[in-house]
């Protein structure tokens, strides 16, 4: 018995403990507590023998360590802000929390590709139970939406795996993919697949619908978790070397992601959606940062670290945002307690010696180093981008919050703690602590900061001057939703009533009497003709 | 053309003969009488066989004795077979009145 | 194990329900216990006895009864790993249908009659199992049809009689076509014994004509119970029987035979290389592809639950045909997987349909609205259910489809893949909606009171459910049908 | 030349005669042609030498069938036929026509060439029991198609016992043939009872002899002189049956205590021919004399 | 030899014993029957284990007496006789509503038997006709016994009985007039292919074919069998058709010379095509109960005409097995058929087949005879009827140039399934069951099953069965 195995049992067996005492949801919000500590303290990877094709679990290197450590520390968090929205008390919704938790704790746990396509599947569907909790014709469009993509994507990730399984002969641990490399079929199924989970342009269609629909602790766990493992999955089934498209196109597309998000986040009324789009954006950097990685495998170490750094402070933060969100809309955030704001939102914006601060000067000095060192600009770019998205955003939050009942701290403590933590997590993580002395340098500290200063400046502009709501509009129109309504429609339509055949056309009837008639009036007669008929043939014969 | 070959022609023109009558009518009087002659060609060829003039055959001739016999036999039934369905028919057209 | 009973295990198999059946069909309605208790006293034997069969066929041992029948065709029953995959799926699923079906006709009219035609059904399809050459597969595959005719009308309404005609045009037309396949191979090759990798191998280039027109027969025929396109129409309308005659149709008897009768002439009549050198299979691939997706965009299109239930099956049981056309090692191991997976899921999607109709009055799929609330525990079982359906993993059906599709990779087909991912997406367009309705949707009429389904339809359900789950979490392990799969297959192929 | 154009004439007559009874447009003269076709018969098998035969034809072929056609055209009221269209007769007769050169193919080669079995006859006669050939063949040689044919006779009888026929009713004979009928019936059983005693050596036999006591039984029965048996009666079931009874118990007494099934012995051989002769005759007359007499209580108790 | 000839006379002496007495005695009938079913067995006992035997009625060899002959298939069809006379018997002395019970049906069945038994014994084409007077006769004797409505029928069938048995006789007359011998062996050695032995090979099977009622001349079949009382009816369509058929077959497989068999061959099997095709459709299409089992008839016999002709033409001997159980198996199938239609009919009072709603509930058992019975004569394995088709088919198969004639016993197969489930499926209309006019009478039902069962059970000794025919009619 394998410690490992916890992971995702714990959460599978709170799951069916809370179904049966509902009062219990302590336990299933708690239930990511085993990974955080393997996380912390990690075994060896063990092999389960029984389990579908054999399967090998663990967490052997930094990054694993990692992204499973954020991931449980999101999610206990979160969830613990869920226990204390007293709308969120169903049964189902906890069953479906817990679902997509051991989904995610397992693909980050899973050494070899069945396991992690088990996780990502169990992950992906449970979701669409937290997408829909709230019932309602949005959440519902959402979700069908979400589920939709989530099914395709499933279904084309597991041709993809299919082929580069093919490829690789057969042998199921991931680590050891590294080095084969895959074709173009391979890669286009792959990267859709993972592309339609992880939420970059233009596979992004479900997020601004989902996050908004979904509970704010969900919202939290989706952005903040659960979208990165489609990055992950593209880390870890794609060679080191990319697929088979040149990685220039791919950071190309991040890159785009990034700004395309970053740009629609602007023109969203709705906190959520704004943050979703900000999401979107985020998404792309990490993808520009796989890409940077394929172009140069020799630094796949230090790139991967960097994936795993930014994606631990993107899950801080927007799981702090997304949480904020959701309390902004029914509650007034007060004096200090604006910081739960602002703060993740400026770690985001990549502050200097915030998380985001920190990440960004990795992610610059990484570029600097590539060969795509002279679209540096673009990057500085995005960090203008990316802060306007979340100026929109709490702009937005803040908008909500005003009417509502002041906050008290008792219903807010896990996004306190979520805070609190992703202000410590630079001073913590030895690689983000390196990173920062760069922002005690003038030109390392100008660098993040002018492109907040040109952001603010913007942002104070279009407060004081609003353009016109009707060059907002377009930037909300969803032609997926209608798709997917229209999919749906295709879908059931209904079958044509079963033609029964009909019992003999009155032609056909109207033969057989005559034939009937003909041989009954005279049997005699007409045997005895046959006989002679018979004897007739005497002459051929 | 010999005797024996003349009458084996008639035998056979009468076996052809009550077969048209077979297919041609209907009254079952006359049916039963083509039959009869059918019956008769049968046995005319058998007879002008039997009286072949190099071998009289005493075999043959009781073969038509019996042929004979198992004819009228058979014909008597039919006869009262015909009159019964005839009987029947005119009954059920009587009720049917 | 002696050798002086080895003989009669399978006859003792086969008899083990066909006696119980023979003996109901004299009892008097009111006889309930009695009923019962002859049906449960078969029922376990037969699983006893197929687990002794299961343990000494592991060891190697084969079991072999023989009576004379046609000179130089004895009727064969024999207990081999393949067999017995099947045999041990028919036994399982005929305790937790019988079981269900007490349950179901507690209180019905004719349940002598019922019991009876069911043993018999069932008796066909062990000896359709265990049939140790084509005359004897014939024999039984004959036999299921006729036993399964009186399930299929049991109802007696003019849909049921409708749908009896069609099923009895469709199978006895398949079972002469099977008739003359069998009798042509036989006057080419006699009938020799099953055997692993064939027996045709030494006719090639002599009589290619009848061996290609042999093999088209054999599969027409076979392709009619295991609804092949076009010749799955009587499927559908057979849905119109009571639950369980469906479950049992749909995931063992009737549509399993076809199957499994395919299995058997492409490896063991005429194996592998024969089949290759004539090139018969590429046909069946394809017409097996184009069942499965067809079967689902069927499927999607029907209101009746059951409909479209029976239409998910004709596309599920090509899944069988697929990959033993594709002729590996692996998507036959996949291949053989899902004859017992597939048996899993649709049983209990069928019981859950049946408990649904019987229990709330729910026949369509927009009446499933709130179902999860009425019948939380079947719902479960459905959904489970229909998830392994869809191919989600860790279920059953992703342990099929992930062999399938390696399969058919290792012989360089890789359209199948897109076959599988179009269907994987066209199940999941059916049977996503009917989970959505009964777990997410609120009840139209407002009824939202728990109704669960009484035990005896209640226990089977979950019985199979949690199977489903099980084959699927634990497919590596050395007992389950995927192993299992895996020994037949490296018994066929020599490996 | 005069042979030939008898034969001729009698031949061609045959012919006319019997497209005369088919194709003739009333009933009843279609059934006293008929009765004339079968003494023509008589007469020519008379001439071609077998007199057996014809004495058989004149009593069975055309007495006995024109007397059943007689009482039979009661029932039949002439006004209820509907004759076939000369068209579709003669469209009809085209089948018979083509048949007809295969036929004669077939006759062509038979009117010559030797036959083993008279020879035999001849030889094995003096074994026989007796001594006219026709009757040893008819008795002893082929004794079995003779019980087969008794039997036959006994389905004809059984069958007509079973038909309902509710109108038959016994017309008046014409009082002629009652005043003839005295002394005819007494004639008819004399002469009957002679055929079967010349029948072991000359043309005559149990079968003639049958239908000329048939005749009689007949006449007796329209005079009122027989009483109305009925079938419940053993009196009349056990002379119907007296023929195959006999027949069938010498068989197997033939097997049980004898040479072999229908194994005359050789000095009994006459005996038990005549014995067996003489029953088939009282069974044939009964039974004949039934089937043209027998009415609805009497067959039918 | 004396063993089948008292399988012959111990039915003819209880036929004569009834009539004298004038009791309708069915225990006699049934005792006689078991007698004669016994010694039949002795004698088919005998020819297995001595070969073919022949006996010189009245001491005179052949040519000049009449030899009778115990060949294997004869010894077969004697015993097959008297089981179905047994059986029938028990049904016609048990059954409610056998309408036989009071009737002269009882020394009548006895004197078929006999004939039968004459008919199987004879090797002499005279002494056939005479036998086959014998079946005519009797057959239309019991046809009536079903009453004035039967009548016109029976009329028919007498007439073309008659006219066939003329036919018969003018080819007899023929042949003797070539070669001036009757018995079948003497004619087999001096039979060549002339013009008169062409021709009267044709009456004679053109006559044959009329009694048998062979696909064309089948016209008066469905009539007379579906008119006759039940037992009546199983016992014309199990063995009296079968009489002229045997005759045909020793014509054609013994007399005929080997060129003439040859070319007519292909004939006679297309005739049987057209049996199993027409004959089927008919029975497929007839609206009464007793009407379809009566074509279904005309189309089984088809098979056997099928598998004669492809016989002749190939020389292939093993048809002849395939004919024989064909003979035997359509015979026990028809015979429970029959029994269980007519004991349906009489207790659902309607002749209709629609009348059969819900029989299944109502008389379970006598519907299941007739499926179980049915499914023999569709050939489903292992029934006596699925063997004759698998001899039937080898063959057929084994050369492509013979295909076609497959396709004909295929098409004959699925047309034969099609009308035994038709009824099958009316048999289970619960919507709208028609209720008995009497309390069912189950153990005439279980009688009409019972030969149904013995010919599912043929399967039990189908190998020794098979191979024995095989070589028996070699």
Not at chain 3, 5 to 13: E, G, V
Not at chain 5, 59 to 69: C, M, V, Y
Not at chain 5, 281 to 308: E, H
Request: glycine residues 8%; proline residues 6%; charged residues 10%.
């Amino acid at each position: 018995m394998s410690l490992w195995l916890f992971v995702p049992l714990v959460p599978l067996l709170a799951a069916v403990i809370c179904l049966r005492w509902p009062r219990l949801r302590l336990l299933v919000a708690l239930a990511p507590l085993p990974a955080l500590a393997l996380a912390l303290w990690p075994p060896a990877a063990v092999d389960i023998g029984w389990l579908w094709f054999t399967s090998r679990w663990g967490a052997e290197s930094l990054f694993a360590r990692y992204l499973l450590g954020f991931t449980a520390l999101l999610w206990t968090l979160a969830g613990l802000q869920a226990r204390l929205n007293e709308s969120l008390r169903s049964r189902r919704f906890w069953l479906f929390w817990a679902l997509s938790l051991t989904g995610n704790l397992l693909l980050l746990i899973a050494v070899d590709a069945a396991s992690f396509y088990v996780g990502f599947t169990l992950m992906s569907l449970a979701a669409y139970g937290l997408i829909i909790e709230q019932g309602g014709p949005a959440p519902r469009q959402a979700g069908r939406l979400y589920l939709q993509l989530a099914i395709l994507g499933e279904m084309l990730l597991f041709a993809g795996l299919m082929l580069r399984l093919q490829e690789t002969g057969q042998v199921l641990l991931l680590s050891e993919w590294l080095q084969i490399p895959t074709g173009a079929w391979t890669t286009a199924l792959l990267l859709l697949g993972f592309g339609l989970k992880a939420g970059f342009w233009p596979l992004h269609v479900w997020l601004p619908l989902a996050h908004p629909a979904a509970p704010a602790p969900a919202s939290a766990v989706l952005s903040g978790a659960m979208i990165k493992a489609g990055v992950l999955g593209v880390w870890l089934f794609m060679p080191a070397s990319g697929g088979a498209l040149s990685p220039a196109f791919w950071l190309a597309l991040g890159l785009f992601s990034a700004f395309y998000g970053a740009l629609l986040g602007m023109g969203q009324q709705q906190a959520k959606k704004a943050l979703a789009y900000s999401s979107i954006s985020q998404m792309g950097y990490l993808l520009a940062i796989v890409a940077l990685a394929w172009q140069q495998p020799d630094a796949r170490a230090g790139l991967g670290l960097l994936l795993a750094l930014f994606a631990l402070h993107h899950a801080l933060a927007k799981g702090a945002l997304f949480m904020g969100a959701g309390l902004a809309a029914h509650h007034r955030f007060h004096g200090w307690q604006q910081l739960m704001l602002w703060l993740p939102a400026l770690a985001l914006a990549g502050l200097p010696l915030l998380s985001g601060g920190a990440v960004k000067t990795l992610l610059k000095k990484a570029v600097y180093d590539s060969d795509v060192s002279h679209w540096l600009w673009l990057f500085s770019l995005g960090s203008v981008a990316t802060a306007l998205v979340l100026a929109r955003a709490l702009w937005l939050m803040n908008r909500q919050s005003r009417a509502h009942s002041p906050l008290r701290l008792s219903r807010s403590w896990p996004l306190l703690v979520l805070v609190v933590l992703s202000l410590l997590a630079p001073w913590l993580l030895s690689s983000l602590r390196a990173a920062m002395l760069d922002h005690f340098e003038l030109s390392g500290l100008w660098a993040l900061l002018w492109p907040l200063l040109v952001a603010a400046l913007i942002a104070t502009a279009v407060w004081r001057w609003p353009p016109p709501e009707k060059y907002w509009r377009f930037l909300q129109a969803s032609p997926a939703r209608r798709a997917s309504l229209g999919v749906k429609r295709l879908w059931q339509m209904p079958a044509k009533p079963a033609s029964l055949p009909k019992p003999g056309s009155p032609v056909w009837r109207g033969w057989e009497r005559r034939c009937n008639r003909l041989w009954q009036r005279q049997p005699l007669g007409l045997t005895v003709a046959m006989m002679s008929v018979l004897l007739l043939l005497g002459w051929f014969w | 053309m010999s005797q024996t070959l003349f009458y084996l022609l008639v035998g056979a023109g009468l076996w052809l003969l009550g077969l048209h009558g077979l297919l041609c009518l209907r009254q079952p009087l006359r049916r039963i009488m083509a039959v009869n002659i059918m019956g008769s060609g049968v046995f005319m060829v058998m007879l002008a066989l039997a009286v072949r003039p190099d071998s009289p055959d005493p075999v043959l001739q009781a073969l038509i004795v019996t042929g004979l016999v198992v004819a009228a036999s058979a014909t008597a039934l039919a006869l009262r077979l015909a009159s019964a369905d005839r009987d029947r028919a005119q009954k059920t057209a009587e009720e049917g009145e | 194990m002696s050798l002086l009973w080895t003989p009669f295990l399978p006859l003792a198999i086969v008899l083990s329900s066909l006696i119980p059946g023979l003996l109901i069909f004299t009892l008097r309605e009111e006889q309930q216990r009695t009923r019962v208790a002859l049906n449960l006293v078969g029922v376990v034997l037969k699983l006893l006895l197929v687990v002794v069969m299961l343990a000494g066929v592991a060891q190697g041992f084969t079991f072999r009864f023989q009576v004379p029948f046609l000179p130089g065709v004895p009727l064969i029953l024999q207990g081999d790993a393949l067999s017995l995959q099947f045999v041990s799926l028919s036994s399982l699923l005929w305790l937790a249908t019988t079981i269900y079906a007490i349950g179901y006709f507690r209180g019905s009219p004719l349940q002598s009659r019922f019991f009876g035609y069911f043993s018999l059904c069932v008796s066909a399809t062990v000896g359709l199992a265990l049939a140790g050459n084509l005359v004897t597969f014939l024999l039984f595959y004959e036999l299921l049809t006729l036993a399964t005719f009186p399930l299929v009308v049991h109802k007696g309404t003019a849909a049921a009689l409708d749908a009896g005609r069609r099923y009895l045009a469709y199978t006895m037309g398949g079972g002469t076509l099977t008739l003359m396949g069998v009798a042509l191979l036989h006057s080419v090759a006699a009938t020799p014994d099953f055997t692993a990798g064939g027996y045709l191998a030494p006719l090639l280039g002599e009589v290619d004509v009848s061996l290609t027109l042999a093999f088209a027969l054999l599969i027409a025929g076979l392709g009619v119970k295991a609804a092949l396109v076009p010749l799955h129409g009587w499927l559908p309308r057979a849905m119109v029987a009571p639950a369980p005659v469906s479950a049992l149709l749909h995931a063992v008897a009737v549509v399993k035979a076809g199957a499994f009768g395919i299995i058997r002439v492409v490896y063991d009549v005429y194996g592998v290389e024969t089949v290759a050198a004539l090139e018969l299979t590429r046909p069946l691939l394809y017409l097996a592809g184009f069942t499965i997706v067809y079967g689902s965009l069927m499927a999607l299109r029907q209101r009746d639950i059951k409909k479209r239930l029976a239409f998910s099956t004709v596309s599920q049981v090509s899944y069988i045909t697929l990959g033993v056309a594709l002729l590996g090692p692996v998507a036959a191991v996949g291949a053989l997987a899902h004859l017992v997976h597939q048996g899993l899921m649709k049983v209990t999607l069928f019981y859950c349909a049946g408990s649904f109709a019987e229990t709330c009055g729910v026949h369509q799929v927009q009446e499933m609205d709130g179902l999860g609330r009425r019948m939380p525990l079947t719902m479960v079982a459905f959904t489970l259910a229909a998830l392994g359906m869809i191919g989600i993993p860790p279920l059953a059906g992703f342990i099929s489809k992930w062999y399938l599709g390696w399969g058919a990779l290792a012989v360089d087909e890789p359209w199948v893949l897109v076959v599988l991912v179009v269907s994987g997406i066209l199940n999941a367009a059916y049977f996503l909606p009917m989970i959505y309705r009964g777990w997410f949707a609120a009840s139209k009429t407002g009824e939202c009171a728990r109704t669960e389904a009484p035990a005896m339809l209640l226990w089977p359900t979950l019985f199979t459910a949690a199977l489903v789950v099980l084959v699927g979490v634990f497919a590596a392990f050395d007992l389950s049908p995927l192993a299992w799969a895996q020994l037949i297959v490296d018994r066929e192929f020599g490996l | 030349m005069t042979e030939w154009l008898v034969d001729s004439g009698l031949g061609l007559a045959l012919l006319l005669l019997a497209a005369a009874t088919l194709y003739a447009p009333r009933l009843y003269t279609s059934v006293v042609f008929f009765m004339g076709f079968g003494l023509l018969m008589a007469i020519v098998w008379a001439r071609l030498g077998a007199a057996d035969l014809a004495l058989a034809e004149a009593a069975i072929g055309a007495g006995l069938t024109g007397v059943l056609l007689m009482g039979a055209l009661r029932e039949h009221p002439p006004r209820t036929e509907r004759a076939p269209r000369p068209r579709s007769l003669l469209w009809a007769a085209l089948l018979p026509l083509a048949v007809l050169p295969l036929l004669v193919e077939a006759i062509l080669p038979l009117s010559g060439g030797a036959q083993p079995l008279p020879a035999q006859v001849d030889a094995q006669l003096a074994y026989s029991g007796v001594s006219h050939p026709v009757t040893a063949v008819l008795l002893n040689f082929r004794s079995w198609d003779t019980l087969l044919e008794l039997l036959v006779v006994l389905f004809a009888l059984l069958g007509t016992r079973q038909l309902a026929l509710s109108s038959r009713h016994p017309h008046p004979p014409w009082p002629l043939l009652l005043a003839w009928c005295r002394w005819l019936a007494p004639l008819a059983f004399l002469l009957g009872a002679y055929l079967l005693w010349r029948g072991a050596k000359a043309p005559g036999g149990a079968f003639q002899a049958g239908a000329l006591w048939a005749s009689a039984i007949v006449m007796l029965r329209l005079n009122g002189l027989l009483p109305t048996v009925s079938w419940r009666d053993w009196r009349l079931r056990l002379p119907a049956l007296l023929g195959v009874t006999v027949f069938v118990l010498l068989a197997v007494a033939t097997w049980l205590w004898g040479a072999g099934w229908l194994v005359w012995p050789p000095g009994a051989a006459k005996a038990l021919i005549l014995l067996v002769e003489l029953a088939a005759s009282v069974g044939i007359a009964i039974t004949l004399a039934l089937l043209v007499m027998g009415e609805d209580r009497e067959l039918r108790p | 030899m004396n063993t089948a000839l008292l399988s012959l006379s111990a039915p003819l002496l209880a036929a004569l014993w009834l009539l004298l007495t004038h009791r309708r005695q069915a225990p006699v009938v049934i005792v006689a029957s078991l007698i004669s079913l016994v010694a039949a067995v002795f004698s088919l006992y005998q020819v297995i284990d001595a070969g073919e035997q022949s006996l010189a009625l009245g001491g005179w060899e052949s040519p000049l007496g009449i030899r009778l002959r115990l060949m294997p298939v004869s010894a077969m069809l004697l015993t097959f006789t008297a089981l179905i006379h047994s059986l029938v018997g028990l049904y016609a002395w048990r059954s409610r509503h056998s309408q036989t019970r009071h009737t002269d049906y009882w020394p009548l069945s006895c004197l078929l038997h006999a004939a039968l038994a004459a008919l199987w014994l004879s090797h002499d084409i005279f002494n056939w006709y005479v036998t086959l007077e014998l079946l005519g006769l009797v057959a239309v004797v019991m046809v009536c016994l079903a009453g004035p409505k039967a009548y016109g029928a029976a009329l028919r069938y007498l007439l073309l009985s008659l006219a066939a048995s003329l036919c018969y006789l003018l080819g007899v007359a023929l042949l003797y007039g070539v070669y001036g011998v009757l018995d079948v062996s003497l004619l087999a050695e001096a039979a060549r292919a002339d013009p008169s032995t062409r021709t009267a090979l044709m009456l004679m099977t053109v006559g044959l074919m009329l009694k048998a009622a062979l696909w064309p001349l089948h016209l008066w079949l469905p009539a007379a069998h579906s008119s006759a009382p039940t037992a009546v009816s199983a016992l014309l369509s199990a063995l009296v058709v079968k009489g002229p058929l045997f005759i045909l077959w020793l014509l054609w497989s013994r007399v005929a010379p080997e060129e003439l068999g040859q070319a007519a061959g292909p004939w006679l099997a297309l005739a049987g095509v057209g049996a199993l095709l027409v004959g089927g459709w008919s029975a497929l299409r007839a609206p009464l109960i007793k009407l379809m089992v009566a074509y279904s008839t005309v189309a089984q016999l088809g098979y056997a005409l099928l598998a004669l002709g492809l016989m002749l033409h190939w020389r292939e001997l093993s048809l002849d097995a395939a004919l024989w159980l064909f003979v035997l198996a359509h015979g026990l199938a028809k015979v429970s058929m029959f029994l269980a239609a007519g004991e349906m009919q009489s207790t659902l009072g309607s002749r209709r087949l629609d009348s059969l709603k819900g029989a299944t509930q109502t008389m379970p058992v006598a519907m299941f005879a007739f499926a179980v019975a049915g499914g023999s004569l569709i050939g489903l394995p292992p029934s006596g009827g699925f063997l004759a088709k698998w001899l039937l088919l080898l063959p057929l198969l084994q050369n492509p140039a013979h295909w076609p004639w497959a396709l004909g016993v295929m098409l004959g197969t699925l047309i034969s399934a099609a009308y035994v489930f038709r009824v099958v499926a009316i048999s289970f209309d619960r919507a709208r069951p028609t209720s008995p006019d009497f309390n069912p009478d189950r153990f005439a039902q279980w009688l009409s099953l019972l030969p149904a069962l013995l010919v599912w059970g043929m399967a039990l000794i189908s190998e020794q069965l098979i191979l024995w025919l095989t070589g028996a009619t070699l």
